[in-house]
């Protein structure tokens, strides 16, 4: 029998030459860090970081292959002095597209100025006539928001996208290859989001019909996804892989939100996803093969560290320069002060971030942090801080005004300045007693919320029974021990970012935990702006209470410039951790929820039992019969 085979069915085996290859370089979460700044590294201070550095390292890149893709993963704002000019300059924007950025899309903290502000800037960056990379998010749900309304937060944003042309996905032509990117806005993205208007389609399902749509009218080699999902530890949790399992036609995802810094690419099948770090400290850059199916292999992967080493461009700075000349005359000067300002002069080595994540501990960078709230407002009895608003360590040295901005940069507030203000609120002793719980409890699954504070102190056992793991809480005033009165009211500060998010403590743990901010007098507060605290009507800002507070101290140097009190060189059992595994010290001081968890247990064995009685007597019976 012969076996005919139509010529175009048979595809040719592609010489080594015809192969196509694509460069990519990428950067995610950088925050404006637009400068060059200093840091723990490995326990050493780094210069790192800094666009006029990383854009000598596109421009090397490009002189090799000038149709290298460049790409980011959002939340390019907030973290720096630049964005207080966010909405009038787009200080971030532009500056990719300087560099020669051709995608980004949203992250989370793109919403920190509300709708407005996002909306603003958006315009600002397009009326600015400069180069400005494509912004793409394919799950914004405009349909389902149409259906009910839109709101006037939701307009002025739509407005902002189709002034900018913000869209699902774009085809880019680099070389012999046609790219489409596409972006994505994540589940935790949004529970981080707590003022964006906008609803969201679930990530994988409308990254399907996104894929499906590019597969259909564009004749594409390739699929990239910018995302804003990030990767976790657990896979079956991790935002980003569950992308790449369910929608298997994309190649690469750029993984922005989590901050990770994947040495090593995650691979699920045919896709990739790669995530180089925050704030410009490195810049991934790899290269990909099409295989003989049309997909796309790995053949090289680095995360290229933005070091002192890395010459920086002179234009990219002066052009940095002079947008942040504009931060001293629109924002700074209200405030009585600029960018280089020396508030204090600093010799303790305070901890890092990633100390903040990694250790579950007392931080004396969460303590100075947290008494400066206290410090600024009178009558406070506990002051709350929480390692995800903390966007920065103090270096050895002096600390200026923008060091301590940079530390403590979140978002805006009702007045629609920069910076979030701090708030009055009162919880109950019982409630500052599950505050101290969470901590312990839930912290190591969500590190973002490892709390920080001044006038509670706490010690816990990580060996014990979760939601049990707190042995003694109480409050210290002036050096002094305060046993903690559960229906006593107490007069809590935070900033306006905290206040709103510990909704979610109630939410996440499906109503067992709840913490309900409230007024003196004890009533539940519906509207925590409500509750901003004001000086001659302006609104107290978080970072301008650090300011404060870092001025206050004595000049023991006598040069005219106050020292970091050496009260922060070692810690005072704020937070103390008990590792004992002592069966007494495990089991004793029991509360409701250990209890709870008990019965659960307890009513979850005797079922088991039931069953297996049940399953016996079945099988009894069945036997009886057949006999």
């Given at each position: 029998m012969t076996l005919l085979v139509p010529l175009a069915q048979i595809t040719p085996l592609k010489a080594e030459s015809d192969t196509k290859e694509v460069d990519v370089m990428f950067t995610h979460d950088t925050h404006s860090h637009l400068d060059s700044f200093t840091t723990n590294v490995d326990g050493e201070l780094q210069k790192v970081g800094g666009f006029s550095r990383i854009k000598t390292l596109i421009n090397e890149q490009k002189k090799e292959n000038p149709n290298t893709l460049i790409l980011d993963g959002g939340d390019f704002s907030m973290g720096t002095l630049i964005q207080t000019v966010y909405d009038t300059q787009a200080a971030e924007l532009r500056m990719l597209g300087y560099l020669g950025y051709d995608v980004t899309?949203?992250?989370?903290?793109?919403?920190?100025?509300?709708?407005?502000?996002?909306?603003n800037m958006l315009k600002a960056a397009k009326s600015s006539g400069e180069t400005i990379p494509e912004l793409v998010v394919c799950n914004v749900d405009w349909d389902g928001m149409k259906k009910a309304g839109l709101s006037k937060g939701q307009r002025q944003i739509q407005s902002g996208?189709?002034?900018?042309?913000?869209?699902?996905?774009?085809?880019?032509?680099?070389?012999?290859?046609?790219?489409?990117?596409?972006?994505?806005?994540?589940?935790?993205?949004?529970?981080?989001?707590?003022?964006?208007?906008?609803?969201?389609?679930?990530?994988?399902?409308?990254?399907?019909?996104?894929?499906?749509?590019?597969?259909?009218?564009?004749?594409?080699?390739?699929?990239?996804?910018?995302?804003?999902?990030?990767?976790?530890?657990?896979?079956?949790?991790?935002?980003?892989?569950?992308?790449?399992?369910?929608?298997?036609?994309?190649?690469?995802?750029?993984?922005?939100?989590?901050?990770?810094?994947?040495?090593?690419?995650?691979?699920?099948?045919?896709?990739?996803?790669?995530?180089?770090?925050?704030?410009?400290?490195?810049?991934?850059?790899?290269?990909?093969?099409?295989?003989?199916?049309?997909?796309?292999?790995?053949?090289?992967?680095?995360?290229?560290?933005?070091?002192?080493?890395?010459?920086?461009?002179?234009?990219?700075?002066?052009?940095?320069?002079?947008?942040?000349?504009?931060?001293?005359?629109?924002?700074?000067?209200?405030?009585?002060?600029?960018?280089?300002?020396v508030l204090a002069q600093n010799d303790i080595e305070f901890n890092s971030l990633d100390e903040l994540y990694s250790k579950h501990e007392e931080s004396n960078l969460?303590?100075?942090?947290?008494?400066?709230?206290?410090?600024?407002?009178?009558?406070?009895?506990?002051?709350?801080?929480?390692?995800?608003?903390?966007?920065?360590t103090y270096t050895k040295g002096d600390i200026t005004v923008e060091d301590v901005y940079n530390s403590f940069s979140l978002g805006i507030g009702k007045d629609g300045i920069a910076g979030y203000p701090l708030i009055s609120t009162y919880l109950t002793g019982k409630e500052l007693k599950l505050a101290a719980e969470v901590d312990a409890s839930v912290s190591d699954f969500m590190t973002t919320a490892r709390l920080y504070c001044s006038g509670l102190n706490f010690t816990y056992n990580p060996n014990r029974m979760i939601l049990n793991k707190v042995t003694d809480c109480y409050l210290t005033k002036d050096g002094q021990r305060i046993e903690i009165q559960d229906d006593q009211l107490y007069h809590v500060v935070t900033d306006l970012y905290t206040g709103?998010?510990?909704?979610?403590?109630?939410?996440?743990?499906?109503?067992?935990?709840?913490?309900?901010?409230?007024?003196?007098?004890?009533?539940?507060?519906?509207?925590?702006?409500?509750?901003?605290?004001?000086?001659?009507?302006?609104?107290?800002?978080?970072?301008?209470?650090?300011?404060?507070?870092?001025?206050?101290?004595?000049?023991?140097?006598?040069?005219?410039?106050?020292?970091?009190?050496?009260?922060?060189?070692?810690?005072?059992?704020?937070?103390?951790?008990?590792?004992?595994?002592?069966?007494?010290?495990?089991?004793?001081?029991?509360?409701?929820?250990?209890?709870?968890?008990?019965?659960?247990?307890?009513?979850?064995?005797?079922?088991?039992?039931?069953?297996?009685?049940?399953?016996?007597?079945?099988?009894?019976?069945?036997?009886k019969k057949s006999k």
């Open positions: 899309t949203l992250g989370n903290h793109e919403f920190d100025y509300r709708s407005k502000g996002l909306a996208f189709e002034t900018y042309g913000v869209k699902d996905y774009v085809v880019i032509q680099k070389g012999d290859t046609k790219i489409a990117v596409t972006g994505v806005f994540g589940k935790d993205s949004l529970e981080c989001a707590p003022t964006c208007e906008l609803l969201f389609k679930d990530p994988v399902e409308a990254m399907k019909d996104t894929v499906e749509k590019i597969k259909k009218k564009e004749k594409v080699d390739m699929v990239v996804c910018v995302s804003h999902c990030g990767t976790w530890e657990d896979e079956n949790k991790s935002e980003d892989e569950l992308l790449a399992k369910n929608v298997k036609d994309i190649d690469l995802i750029i993984s922005g939100h989590t901050h990770s810094e994947l040495k090593e690419p995650i691979q699920h099948e045919n896709t990739y996803i790669v995530s180089c770090g925050e704030y410009g400290k490195n810049i991934g850059s790899l290269s990909m093969k099409q295989n003989s199916k049309g997909r796309w292999d790995l053949s090289s992967y680095e995360l290229i560290p933005v070091s002192e080493n890395i010459q920086p461009d002179i234009e990219t700075q002066n052009r940095i320069d002079e947008l942040m000349d504009t931060v001293d005359t629109n924002y700074l000067a209200d405030f009585g002060y600029t960018r280089d300002c969460g303590q100075i942090i947290a008494d400066s709230f206290a410090y600024a407002v009178d009558s406070v009895d506990v002051a709350v801080v929480p390692s995800g608003t903390i966007r920065d709103q998010m510990l909704g979610s403590v109630n939410k996440m743990s499906y109503g067992l935990l709840s913490l309900e901010p409230k007024d003196q007098d004890g009533n539940p507060i519906e509207n925590l702006e409500d509750h901003i605290i004001k000086e001659d009507g302006k609104e107290l800002k978080a970072w301008d209470a650090i300011a404060r507070y870092m001025r206050s101290f004595d000049d023991t140097d006598g040069d005219g410039i106050a020292n970091v009190s050496k009260y922060y060189a070692s810690t005072h059992d704020h937070k103390i951790v008990d590792d004992s595994k002592n069966i007494i010290d495990l089991i004793k001081k029991p509360n409701k929820f250990s209890a709870m968890i008990v019965a659960i247990v307890l009513v979850i064995i005797l079922l088991i039992v039931l069953l297996i009685l049940l399953i016996r007597r079945i099988i009894g019976k069945i036997r």
